[in-house]
């Protein structure tokens, strides 16, 4: 079943972790995708192992300029565009009393106004059944101790879901966020070690943390037409972490 046969994605965030995973799933499902990302090894990397249907551009999603030339190349060589994945996303702790204005621009930079100028420069090349899909997370209804700045950003990004969906009635195109809990990405696995993933894997019901690839099968779900009446919704994929 190729759900997305002939399709074309953008993905940022899309060289590592969850954004990885969802490229690797909608090139299964028949689409073409482009990655967008910071690191150009990383990037390099991800189009090795993604293979022919798979396009890289290096920027950073709080640079209209850099999400300007990522659309130019997406319309150059494809036409127009059929789904778009904002994941990429950023988040450190500093707890209340230490927070700095330079900590809050760099997570708002890239989570909400990265968010915000990837939809909108998107917009033109989208129509009738295009789907975007906005990287939320459970820390955006859940409190968590020195995550404040990270969590409003992605309470942010839950409510950007709300109003565009609002302003895009009567184009057809649909507007959802997927929101994770603790994932075991690369990234987090390095950072973790064996017994942070048991410890954060423990706080789930289902005591254990996300392997990407189920976020990767989540995402492809909002990007297909299996999720046709579906938009400005939040699909939680946190093993009910922020649901109990």
Known sequence: MNRLNGMTAVITGGATGIGLAAAKRFIEEGAFVFIFGRRQEALDAAVNELGPNARAVKGSVSEPLDLDRLYA??????????????????????ALGNITARHIDEIFDTNVKGAIFTVQSALPLMGKGGSIILTGSSAGTTGAPAFSAYSASKAAVRNLARSFAEDLKGTGIRINVLSPGPTATELAKAALGEDGIKAFGSMTPLQRMADPDELGAAATFLASSDSSFMTASELAVDGGLAQI
């Open 73 to 94: 190349a997406v319309k150059a060589e494809r036409g127009t565009l059929d789904i778009v994945f904002a994941n990429a996303g950023t988040g450190s702790q500093l």
